[in-house]
């Protein structure tokens, strides 16, 4: 049994099972408490209980723990509304009531801004959701055996141990309704399931998409190859039961690796895309397509960004990091020009598309890297009146924003999916005359701990206060 020591005493143990009052939330929800001074990070504990916990793990400056009974409960702790709750990994936060999770979301941004950024700013309330279920137009169902049996769901938190499930809560019904005629199939016609730890067998994962405005539905299963027996039969099957059925891909994912999509797909029925819009801006998706998963909460986060852009139709404005072009193709209906950067060349082919299918000319693709792209417009001459960023979880590169301050816009507006690394950028951009003026969270993804963040940066001369 491992023990921890501190200073020469025996402090906790694995096993050992200790009373802890939770005193705060950990960024992906876990609750804090101290045993004798020392932190303990409790699985499944909310701020201001009192648990019995099961010490599982220990290191030099933390352990972890797992709640074994709550002692004394929060007014905010509810009975998970899905039944997978306990073991499925996706939905860590189903104790949280909805206004739990909405407190604890904004207080996760303003403790992210003032601990790695310094920045001290007006951090408004998180804008959830009325209804914060079925909204995931995308799933990835992981596909394994158990007992013998294959089986489809999604993985253990913090595993590649799979959890069997027959409903989800979050996801699309239209999604759902499809999976769930792959496992049919899968079973009748023993389709073989891939085996990670051998790298033998075949269909890896399905994946499917939803246009939850056109209700078009696109399937794509991931295997182990380059073709799947009893396709035929499958594909009738979707065009009998699935009255929005678009789009049935292979994506061929052949490598030893935890990566679910691999770079080639083949289109075995129907037409290469599938339709969605934001607002009436009109998107084709493909299977590689980087769209917000969350149709409701995408149209709240993106005009955040334009009334935070304030355009007036004289703006020259580049969005880096833009993808397929959502926020660019939101952001021309305003300004006179926008340059959407992005380094992957398939995104940058749809967003040409999008602009065109939706008659809109006065955007600019450029395929490369942001932090290459952005010193590459400034020597040309280029200069931004407003510049958007809607980069990936690890944040801006430092070219792109050192390029960015160069142009010295008047503002910057920030879309961040991760909170550490956006207090990191703005620190960045404080630091070089620029001032933070508020950040707005977004609940695009309710029952987990993440949380978008859409924030104002103005040049700090002509800073002044917004109402939102």
Known sequence: MRKLSFGGEVMLQIGQKVEIGITGMAHEGQ????????????EGALNGEKVLAR?????KNYAIARVENIIVPSPERVEPPCPYAEKCGGCSLQHLSYKGQIEFKTQKVKDNLERIGHIRTTVL???GMDSPFKYRN??????GKKEGRAVLGFYKKRSHELVP?????????LSWQVAELVAEWVKKYQIPIYDEINHEGL??????????????????LVINGRKIPHLKELIGALKTKVQGLKSVYLNINMKKTNVIMGEENILVYGKPYIIDFIEEIKFTLSPNSFFQVNPVQVEVLYNKALEYAALTGEETVIDAYCGIGTITLFLARKAKRVYGIELVPDAVKDARKNARLNG????????????EIMPRLLKQGVRADVIVVDPPRRGCEEGLLEAAVKMNPSRMVYVSCNPATLAR?????????????????????????HVECVALIRKKQVSRSIKS
């Open 425 to 449: 950028d703005l620190r960045f951009l404080e630091d070089r005359d620029y001032e933070t003026e508020l950040v707005q969270p977004v609940d695009m993804f309710p029952f987990t701990h």
């Open 125 to 127: 309330e998180t804008i």
């Open 360 to 371: 809109i000319e006065n955007v600019e693709f450029i395929e490369g890297a942001a932090e």
């Open 31 to 42: 609750g804090v408490g101290r045993v004798d001074g020392f932190a303990v990070f409790v």
């Open 165 to 173: 499930i027959r409903s989800c809560l979050i996801q699309h019904d």
């Open 203 to 220: 269909l890896r994962h399905v994946v499917t998409r939803v246009g939850a405005k056109t209700g078009e539905a696109m399937l794509v």
């Open 55 to 59: 010490i599982e793990k220990v290191s």
């Open 138 to 143: 995308k799933a990835q169902y992981p596909v």
